[in-house]
Structure formats: C-alpha cells, structure tokens
Nanobody, 115 residues
Framework: QVQLVESGGGSVQPGGSLRLSCAAS????????MGWYRQAPGMERELVAI???????NYADSVKGRFTISRDNAKNTMDLQMNNLKPEDTAVYYC?????????WGKGTLVTVSS
C-alpha cells in the first residue's frame, strides 16, 4: 500500500508565497517521477510541475519563473515552492507519484489566492 500526503496549503494574498509538501509512505522500492497537479473549480486537472528521479524538471508555462519543484529521494518527499501567487493559482493541488506498481495520487490540498 502506498500513501501520498500533501501539506502546506492555505490562503494567501496575491503576490504572496506558499510551500507545498508531499510525503510518500508505504511499501515500495523507489519512486520514479513525481509531480504536482492542480484542479480549479469547474476545470480539468492540469499539470503544474514534474520532477524525475534524477532531478530533471518541467513546468507549465503559467508557473515558470514563479514555482520551483524539488524532491528528497532519501526521504521520499517532494516540495513545491510557490512565489508571486496570483488569483488564477487558486485550486486544489495534488501530488502524484509514479512507482513500479503504478501511479498514485494524494487527496489534495487547497490553495486560495485572494485579496
């Protein structure tokens, strides 16, 4: 059984920052690619950023230069540093992990950007 737990969501004013974290636990040998996705109300879930097991990253155009994804392979954790947040960043943010046994998702953490 594999479990992903996100933390760090909350409410912030435009221009503010938040740091999201995702921790993977359970029985597995290694975590391959990990990523953050988000889903705004009435919208489809979209990719925010991904990071491979060797640290190669890719970002959605809408967050480039503002968000930074990182991971600690020894701890099986992944973070998303979000700076200069905008109202359009408001969404539920989900952690995703690719393991040999399949793809796993966290339950999500809400980020609200509003003045």
């Amino acid at each position: 059984q594999v479990q992903l737990v996100e933390s760090g969501g909350g409410s912030v004013q435009p221009g503010g920052s938040l740091r999201l974290s995702c921790a993977a636990s359970g029985s597995f040998f290694r975590v391959n690619a990990m990523g953050w996705y988000r889903q705004a109300p009435g919208m489809e879930r979209e990719l925010v950023a991904i990071i491979t097991d060797v640290g190669v990253t890719n970002y959605a155009d809408s967050v480039k230069g503002r968000f930074t994804i990182s991971r600690d392979n020894a701890k099986n954790t992944m973070d998303l540093q979000m700076n200069n947040l905008k109202p359009e960043d408001t969404a539920v943010y989900y952690c995703r992990a690719n393991l040999l046994s399949g793809v796993y998702w966290g339950k999500g953490t809400l980020v609200t950007v509003s003045s």
